[in-house]
């Protein structure tokens, strides 16, 4: 028989110079243990999301996300019943707020990594901890997305089928707000095509933020446009954090194209489903992590 799977993410969360943090750890007293912050992910909630709550529930610091850095697996007890628990963890540096004890939570110290690694009482933390240390700090990231689902509709003047949003398509969008929200995304470009305008739409509304829509991105004008293209992401990316939405062609060769630019090699295979998305963290116009995102629903 499978055994239930219960998913969490959480962070190492971190301040101070990138060559010399201190990171956060907490208390918790149910357990009288020592441990990152984490928490179990509730109903149709990105793993971002999740994670991103449960480091600013148990710490109080509002958390900027950066590269993921693994997934630890073991099994707990959930309601007498043995269970599988998955956690994914994301870098994240500290940009303001303060600890508040809580019934969960009733201690948090920062600490140098070293100090971190002798106070945490799962070993399973500190190989989360020990892959931060690997990962790059300082980083912004970038998000490139295909649209949602899609259903024909009119027919354009070219003889082309419309793509406008399916109702999946809509709950693909909508889903995305506190994604990007929680990314801190505040610049929007799509391509010229109704289904990816409709995609970010949601979050525009939401965060107030236009849509900055891009005939380059088509299919037809984009390989003209190519190289200009990347190169104002790259320079975007120094001064703001962009989710772009266009064509499953144009979306795969910019994570490659993005990816050839830094020490991490871009993935093998670039494609994704509708709705999914790419999260790119650049750090010093450098592509340094990747990450592959499937829809919610």
Not at 105 to 116: F, G, I, S, T
Request: proline share 6%; charged share 30%.
């Amino acid at each position: 028989m499978t055994r239930p799977l219960v998913v969490a993410g959480g962070g190492v969360l971190w301040r101070g110079a990138a060559d010399q943090p201190e990171v956060a750890v907490v208390h918790r007293p149910r357990y009288d243990d020592w441990s990152l912050p984490k928490g179990k992910a509730k109903a149709a909630e990105h793993l971002i999301v999740t994670a991103v709550r449960e480091v600013e529930e148990e710490t109080g610091s509002v958390a900027e996300l950066g590269p993921c850095l693994l997934t630890t697996r073991y099994r707990v007890r959930v309601r007498g019943k043995v269970a599988d628990k998955a956690v994914t963890y994301w870098s994240m540096r500290h940009s303001g707020g303060e600890f508040a004890e809580s019934d969960e939570v009733d201690e948090l110290e920062w600490l140098p990594v070293r100090a971190a690694r002798r106070r945490l009482t799962k070993h399973s933390d500190v190989t989360v901890l020990d892959a931060f240390v690997r990962s790059a700090k300082e980083t912004r990231p970038v998000v490139l997305l295909r649209s949602g689902r899609t259903r024909s509709t009119a027919v354009r003047r070219d003889g082309q089928p419309a793509r406008t949003l399916s109702r999946r398509g809509r709950e693909q969008a909508d889903d995305l707000v506190p994604v990007l929200d929680r990314l801190g995304v505040e610049a929007l470009r799509s391509a010229d095509s109704a289904a990816c305008t409709s995609t970010l739409r949601p979050y525009g509304r939401a965060a107030r933020t236009p849509i900055t829509v891009d005939a380059r991105l088509g299919r037809a004008a984009y390989p003209e446009h190519q190289r200009e293209i990347v190169k104002e992401l790259v320079e975007e990316a120094t001064r703001t954090t962009t989710a772009l939405c266009g064509p499953r062609s144009v979306v795969a060769d910019l994570v490659g194209s993005l990816g050839r630019l830094g020490p991490a090699r871009p993935p093998h295979d670039v494609d994704l489903r509708k709705g999914g998305w790419w999260l790119l963290h650049l750090q010093a116009g450098r592509v340094v992590a990747h990450e592959r995102h499937e829809p919610v629903r």
